[in-house]
């Protein structure tokens, strides 16, 4: 009776102790710890790129220069590092712009056909000379910081 007992009562516990934890206490809370991971994902996930958006939105702009009787409609810009310029050609006729980098490197932005436009960015801080190959008189300075 006595060793009856003493081993009936732990194996009731074990099995009743067994039984509870995964089918009372599982259910209830894998759930909210899913939702809670994917929650976090979610945030995780999107935090970078809320970041991004509101810094670029923040600091980069974009300028536009017009070309207007073989001409820009300004001598000089002054931008940022991560700005555009937006180069317009309200002419008739085809502009055809190349940029030189305080490298003193090259970019031709291709022809550009009346009503086109052509975008350019500037990579790091200096001043920069653009030029259109077809109309040599067409200068302008991009001074970036
Ligand atoms: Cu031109």
Not at 4 to 21: D, E, I, K, T
Not at 78 to 83: N, R, T
Not at 106 to 120: F, H, I, N, Q, W
Request: aromatic share 4%.
């Amino acid at each position: 009776m006595c060793l009856l007992s003493s081993v009936s009562l732990p194996s009731v516990f074990s099995v009743s102790s067994g039984f509870s934890r995964p089918s009372v206490f599982s259910p209830s809370r894998l759930l909210p710890r899913r939702t809670g991971l994917v929650l976090l994902a979610v945030s995780i996930a999107l935090l970078p790129g809320l970041g991004l958006l509101s810094s670029a939105s923040a600091a980069a702009a974009e300028l536009t220069v017009n070309q207007v009787k073989e001409k820009f409609d300004q001598d000089g810009l002054a931008l940022k590092v991560g700005d555009t310029v937006n180069f317009t050609n309200n002419d008739p006729v085809k502009h055809n712009l190349t940029v030189v980098t305080p490298d003193e490197e090259s970019r031709d932005l291709g022809m550009e056909a009346p009503g086109a436009s052509v975008k350019y960015q500037p990579a790091k801080a200096g001043v920069y000379d653009v030029r259109c190959s077809i109309h040599p008189k067409m200068k302008m300075k991009i001074k970036v910081e």
